[in-house]
């Protein structure tokens, strides 16, 4: 029973934080740590599970809707979902990404029965600065390739214009801070939320004055047969995301965004003309990435991502000491013996709440445009907010968000998916070369 509700609060919890942008894995933690004290390790691993599975299915929906990502590893649904939109198909788009999904997450827990033993024997592999080395360089490449048409030049200008935004703070390499030009809020860096709301989502809500009256309000609830006849003839997409999304997650810091990214790059070389594949390839990915992401942790003890700090943190104070993290068999035993059921009865259950819940969004966007535009910017101002009192720069978060949200205005034209990617690898890309080249 107790299990029971740890998965139920996590899934009521993630689809929350799926559905309110910016929200994510991470902050529900943080909000939720009072409440999460209170629970035990496998509750806590339920918890945090439940949570970081329901957020890629319902992160979905206010990416395809609205052109708002739910997370930073949302910003291809919103390229290619916003597609669907336009052309009236937005629960064709939820569908496909739903069952995706739901494959994805089928292969990671298959991959990593199969692979279980050469994981737990390699897993230092993907800690390796060589092997980041070659993924990085494959990430920037795809970057440049993928994107606005292949115009070379512009994704080239993008991604330098990503890694410059990520350079100001402190310094990976060496000690100190460098670029703030003497304004001290620059010694931690510009804050990802301006950045994805400047780039991403600025430009997609003023886009929403060139929607025909009525496209988002009148979309069509899509049959099941439908949605998985579209899905089955592109299932390639699906497995290629899902194998992708699984190795890249295993990548530390960058997981899911990786996964995401990477599987949409490829798949846009691919099959260029086919949003449907790219978006199948990339949801596959989140998921599949998403269960690959707590491998290191479950099997070793080491947290990857800013959310498994936390949870790690909270395993500790629950009786979870580091020793214990070394007993592999133990691990593996809690993996598959109480993980792994209820993560697919959470992508079950999760498939069943996300599609539908399609058709509820509808009755919220009954409005004109100028008052959709009104309201998002004032959802998307409020979480802008939110985040800089969490960070105590509320102030330096309002000038970031105007100055980014103008830029990104003046850049709509384009694809800015490279910036968003860069800037968020720009000091791990960075870090990782200088290593390389010292090697």
């Known amino acids: 029973m107790e299990q029971l509700i740890a998965v139920a609060f996590g899934i009521g919890v993630g689809v929350v934080a799926g559905v309110i942008p910016g929200v994510g894995v991470l902050l529900s933690m943080v909000i939720c740590t009072p409440i999460l004290?209170?629970?035990d390790i496998v509750s806590l691993l339920l918890f945090y599970m439940s949570v970081a599975s329901m957020v890629q299915f319902t992160g979905t929906?206010?990416?395809?809707?609205?052109g708002i990502p739910g997370e930073t590893n949302s910003l291809p649904a919103v390229i290619e979902g916003t597609k669907h939109t336009r052309r009236g198909q937005a629960a064709l788009a939820i569908g496909v990404a739903a069952l995706g999904s739901v494959i994805g997450s089928v292969v990671a827990v298959l991959v990593t029965w199969m692979l279980l033993g050469w994981l737990t024997e390699h897993m230092v592999v993907f800690f390796a600065n060589d092997v980041k080395f070659y993924i990085y360089s494959m990430v920037i490449v795809?970057?440049?390739w993928a994107y606005n048409n292949r115009n070379y030049l512009v994704n080239a200008g993008l991604c330098l214009l990503g890694f410059l935004l990520s350079m100001p703070g402190e310094n990976d390499i060496t000690p100190g801070f460098r670029y703030t030009m003497g304004i001290d809020d620059l010694k931690y860096g510009i804050p990802l939320m301006p950045v994805l709301i400047g780039f991403i989502v600025v430009p997609n809500l003023v886009k929403l004055k060139d929607v025909?009256?009525?496209?988002?309000?009148?979309?069509?609830?899509?049959?099941?047969v439908t949605v998985s006849k579209e899905f089955f003839t592109r299932i390639t997409s699906s497995i290629?995301?899902?194998?992708?999304?699984?190795?890249?997650?295993?990548v530390p810091g960058v997981t899911t965004v990786l996964s995401t990214n990477t599987s949409y790059s490829v798949e846009k070389r691919l099959h260029q003309d086919d949003s449907t594949r790219q978006l199948i390839a990339s949801e596959t990915a989140n998921n599949s990435g998403q269960f690959a992401s707590m491998l290191p942790l479950l099997l070793l003890g080491i947290p990857i991502t800013g959310s498994e700090v936390v949870l790690y943190s909270l395993l500790v104070d629950a009786g979870w000491s580091p020793f214990q993290f070394n007993n592999i068999p133990e691990n593996i035993q809690l993996i598959f013996g109480q993980i792994v059921p209820w993560f697919m009865f959470v992508n079950v259950v999760a498939l069943m709440i996300a599609w539908p819940f399609a058709k509820h969004i509808l009755s919220i966007l009954r409005f004109n445009k100028t008052t959709m535009m009104i309201v998002l910017g004032l959802i998307v101002l409020a979480t802008n907010t939110y985040m800089g009192y969490l960070d105590y720069r509320v102030w330096a978060y309002?000038?970031?968000l105007v100055l980014?949200?103008?830029l990104g205005l003046a850049l709509r034209r384009y694809e800015l998916v490279p910036v968003i990617f860069m800037f968020i690898l720009g000091s791990g890309i960075e870090a990782v070369y200088y290593r390389q080249f010292l090697l």
């Open 37 to 39: 004290l209170t629970m």
């Open 61 to 66: 929906v206010p990416s395809v809707y609205l």
């Open 142 to 144: 795809f970057s440049i």
């Open 212 to 224: 025909e009256t009525g496209t988002i309000a009148n979309q069509q609830i899509i049959q099941f």
């Open 240 to 250: 290629r995301g899902s194998i992708i999304g699984y190795f890249c997650g295993l």
């Open 398 to 400: 309002t000038v970031y």
């Open 404 to 406: 980014f949200g103008l």
